[in-house]
């Protein structure tokens, strides 16, 4: 069963093709709340077809961002990833002194390079649209 929504309101298109939106509902039970229109969503809680009618052509544009904004949020993925290899690969290894302490020195070695160049994959001249990521040893 759907909720029925009568009033929308600072409504944002987030495509080209003006299909996904960023929008204020007055929600029956919520008062007003965001709301990401996305005709994908299977969700039928509340009618993105109705909504895109009470939105119909009062919306803000579409803003392609910039390459800065593409790159920044490019960059920001290579440093999640990054940071999950770190965190649960790298670190339960290094930081135990148990187990780094039952490797041989290459092994060590191998490790802690490995560690480095995670650390300095930002220094990659691809970073942050082309990046080599190093093997694990």
Do not use: C
């Not at 495509?15 to 969503?41: A, K, S």
């Not at 009618?53 to 593409?70: N, R, V």
């Not at 999950?84 to 092994?107: A, C, G, Y």
């Not at 480095?116 to 942050?128: A, W, Y």
């Amino acid at each position: 069963m759907s909720t029925e929504i009568t009033q929308v309101r600072n409504a944002a298109s987030l495509n080209e093709e003006n299909t996904m939106f960023d929008v204020e509902i007055n929600h029956p039970d919520y008062g007003w709340v965001p709301y990401f229109l996305d005709p994908d969503d299977t969700d039928d809680d509340v009618s993105n077809e109705a909504l895109l009618s009470l939105i119909g052509s009062d919306y803000a544009a579409y803003i392609a961002p910039t390459q800065e904004e593409l790159d920044a949020v490019a960059a920001s993925e290579v440093r999640r990833e990054r940071e999950f290899k770190l965190v649960n690969h790298v670190d339960p290894i290094v930081s135990n002194p148990l187990r780094w302490n039952d490797m041989t020195p290459e092994q060590q070695g191998a490790w802690s390079q490995y560690r480095t160049d995670l650390l300095n994959i930002t220094d990659q001249s691809g970073f942050p649209h082309s990046v080599n990521w190093p093997t694990s040893p």
